[in-house]
């Protein structure tokens, strides 16, 4: 459940910001967008399958914070997708703190 949301914010920030005009700010907003994609999956490779709980945990850190970057410059240009993002980062605080547990659980 929590994948197909993930994707569908994603997909639908994605098109947001593809319908826009071209901007330093929507350019930056891309890259940093995809950077997020790309971590996800890194981040997936760390957890699931290294099983490395502490490489996931600094990992999942580093990327929360791009996603946050990222929130915050879609405020600037779309506030919509910056919601839609929101929801996510909400979500991460739980992840990242469920994430902790697993670490100190599995050292």
Excluded: C, H
Aim: charged share 10%; no cysteine.
């Amino acid at each position: 459940m929590i994948g197909i949301a993930y994707y569908a914010i994603f997909f639908t920030v994605l098109l947001r910001l593809l319908s826009m005009p071209p901007s330093t700010w929507r350019t930056l907003a891309l890259v940093l967008a995809l950077a997020v994609l790309g971590a996800n999956a890194v981040w997936n490779y760390f957890f699931f399958r290294k099983k490395d709980m502490k490489a996931s945990l600094f990992f999942s850190i580093a990327y929360s914070a791009v996603a946050v970057v990222l929130i915050l410059l879609l405020l600037r240009i779309d506030v919509i997708a910056s919601g839609l993002l929101t929801v996510y980062g909400i979500y991460l605080i739980f992840a990242n703190r469920w994430q902790y547990e697993m670490w100190r659980a599995n050292r």
